[in-house]
C-alpha cells in the first residue's frame, strides 16, 4: 500500500503513542478529524497498522512471571524446505516469542520467555533439543532490559531548561 | 525598575533597560508544577553522536586554545554547509569566524561597524538583545514595527521611511524569535533593494533557518548582489540542539570579517574547543537528527496554533522556528497581565510579547519546543484560564 504524505505522518505518530486522541492527530497533521478517523480505518483494514499493543515493563511488577533467554540455535536444512520448515516446529511452541533466520555461526535465533530459568531450561532440553534437525543450542538468559525497540525503559525525563530564556 | 546609579557603573550600562524576561524567570522559577512555554531553546538534548564527538576530543586532550577563527576544519564544514543549504559561498581562511554563540556574534558585527551615533534599523518584535547590543557599541536602534495585519513580516517601505544619513544597518532575523515570521525569497528581495539603494548592510540573525516548515529557507546572502553587504549570523543551538555549547559563527566579506576578527580575538580569544569538535560532527552527520527534530517541531507548531484559534486567541501559522504568537487582544488583558494571571491561576508560563517590542503588545510567545504531553496540558490549562476571565 502506497501511503499518501498525511497516512505517513499518522502512521508514525500513532507508532509513538497508540493512545493519542484522533482530534490531536488531525491537528498535528492539518486533517479534519472525520479525514483522520478514516485515514485511521484505512490503515487499520489495510494492516499498516496490525494492532494496538502496550509495552510493558514486567519487572515492575512484583512476582512477575518471567525469565527471556535467547538461544543460538544449529540446525540442519531440510532440502526442498530449507529452514522453514525447523523454523515453523519452533515457532509454533507457545514459549517462543520470536525466531529470526541468522547469517553467521548460528542459524536460528530463538527468543524463549518462561515463568523461571528451570522451566526456560526445561523447554530447551526437552522440546527444542531434541527435535530431529536441532543440532546444538546456545542458551543466554537476559538480566536486564535496558532498551528495546527503540524505547528505553528508564529514560531520564528531567527537563534540564532553565523555565524562561530569551 | 528605576535605580539610582553606582558611582561605579557606566551611564551607558546604568541606562540600559533590563530584560522584561528576567522578570518572568524570577517568578516561575519558585513555582511547582509549572508548564513552561517560555523556553527559547530546544527540548531535545543534543544528538549523541554529536556529544560523543566532544567527548572523544576530550580523552584525546583537544584542550587547548583554538585559532580565533575557530579550527579549520569546522571552518571548512561550515563553508560547505553554507554552500550546500543556502547556496553561499565563503572562504573558510578568511571570511567565516567561529563565536561564542550567535549572540557573540551579533555583538562583534555590532561594534565592528558601527561608530558613535550611527544608526541601525531594528525589526521588531525582535530578540532582546538587538537593542542592547547595538547601544554597548555606541550606536542608535531605530525601531521599526512589523505589524500583526501583515503576518509580522516588515514592509520594505516601513524601513525605508525610517533610512536616514546616519543610517549603517538593518538587523533582521527570519525566521524570527518571538513571532517564527519568515520572510521569503521576494520579500528579502524587497529588504535588499533598499539596503543597495542606501549603501547599507545587513545584519542576518538566521539562527533558525534550519527550522522552517512550509516554504524552502532563503539566506539573505544569497539574494543577488546582497553577499558582499550581509554579515550573515548562524550558529548550532537551535536547528542541532546544541544551546549550552554556546557555539555560533558569523560569515561576511573578508574586509568585514577580518575587521571583525580582531574584536573577537581581544574579547574572547576564541571559542571552547570542545565544542568545535562537536560541532564538526554535527555538520558532518547531523542531517538525519535535524530533520527529525523538524518533523517532530511541524506537527507541535499544527497542534498548537490550531488549537489557539479554536480557543479564539488569533495567531497566525509561524513559518519557522518553534514559537507561536498568539494575540490576546480578545481577552481585553494586556500582555503582562495576561502572562501574569496565567502563571499564578493555572501554572503555564509564556513570555509576554511586550519584551520583544511595542508591537509584541497584545500578544504572547509561546514556545512549543516542548514535550507533546506538556502541549496538550498547557492548552488544556490556557482554554480553562480564557473561559473563566
Known sequence: MKLTQKEREIVEILEMNARIAAEDVAKMVGLSLEETQQAIQKLEDNKVIIRYISLVDWTKVEEHPGVRAMIDVKVAPKRGVGFDEIAERIYRFDEVNSVYLMSGTYDLSVIVEGKSMNEVANFVSKKLSTLDSVLSTTTHFILKKYKHDGIIFEPENKDKRIVVSP | ?389
Open chain 2, 1 to 389: 525598575m528605576e535605580s539610582t546609579k553606582s558611582k561605579y557603573v557606566s551611564t551607558l550600562v546604568h541606562e540600559l533597560k533590563p530584560s522584561g524576561i528576567r522578570r518572568f524567570f524570577d517568578m516561575a522559577a519558585g513555582m511547582e508544577g509549572v508548564i513552561s512555554l517560555g523556553v527559547g531553546e530546544p527540548d531535545f538534548v543534543t544528538p549523541w553522536h554529536i556529544r560523543e564527538a566532544a567527548i572523544a576530543s576530550l580523552e584525546e586532550g583537544y584542550t587547548s586554545y583554538t585559532p580565533n577563527a575557530g579550527i579549520m576544519e569546522l571552518r571548512k564544514e561550515i563553508s560547505y554547509y553554507m554552500n550546500n543549504q543556502f547556496g553561499v559561498a565563503y572562504d573558510p581562511a578568511q571570511e567565516i569566524i567561529v563565536t561564542v554563540g550567535a549572540s557573540s556574534a551579533i555583538d562583534i558585527a555590532m561594534r565592528t561597524i558601527l561608530d558613535p551615533g550611527d544608526e541601525v534599523i531594528v525589526v521588531e518584535p525582535c530578540f532582546v538583545s538587538y537593542i542592547p547590543m547595538v547601544e554597548l557599541a555606541g550606536g542608535v536602534a531605530v525601531q521599526v514595527q512589523a505589524e500583526k495585519e501583515n503576518d509580522f513580516k516588515v514592509l520594505p517601505d516601513q524601513i525605508e521611511a525610517v533610512v536616514t544619513e546616519k543610517t549603517k544597518a538593518i538587523m533582521l532575523c527570519s525566521p524570527n524569535n518571538p513571532t517564527g515570521t519568515m520572510l521569503n525569497k521576494s520579500e528579502l528581495e524587497g529588504i535588499a533593494h533598499i539596503a543597495k539603494k542606501y549603501d547599507l548592510l545587513i545584519v542576518a540573525d538566521e539562527i533558525y533557518a534550519e527550522l522552517s516548515y512550509d516554504e524552502e529557507y532563503t539566506s539573505m546572502a544569497a539574494i543577488e548582489g546582497m553577499r558582499e553587504r550581509t554579515i550573515l549570523v548562524n550558529g548550532f543551538s537551535k536547528g542541532f540542539a546544541m544551546t549550552g555549547w554556546r557555539l555560533g559563527y558569523v560569515c561576511s566579506p573578508a574586509e568585514i570579517s577580518s575587521a571583525m576578527l580582531k574584536v573577537h580575538q581581544y574579547g574572547l580569544m576564541c571559542a571552547s574547543t570542545m565544542s568545535q569538535y562537536a560541532a564538526v560532527e554535527a555538520l558532518k552527520n547531523g542531517r538525519p537528527d535535524v530533520e527529525e527534530m523538524v518533523k517532530s517541531y511541524r506537527r507541535r507548531r499544527n497542534y498548537i496554533v490550531q488549537s489557539f484559534n479554536e480557543m479564539g486567541l488569533d495567531c497566525h501559522i509561524p513559518g519557522g522556528a518553534f514559537y507561536a504568537f498568539p494575540s490576546i487582544q480578545s481577552t481585553g488583558l494586556t500582555s503582562q497581565e495576561f502572562a501574569e494571571q496565567l502563571l499564578m491561576k493555572e501554572g503555564v508560563a509564556v513570555v509576554p510579547g511586550d519584551v520583544f517590542g511595542e508591537s509584541g503588545e497584545g500578544h504572547i510567545r509561546c514556545s512549543y519546543a516542548t514535550s507533546l504531553e506538556q502541549l496538550q496540558e498547557a492548552v488544556k490549562r490556557i482554554k480553562r484560564f480564557i473561559d473563566h476571565l
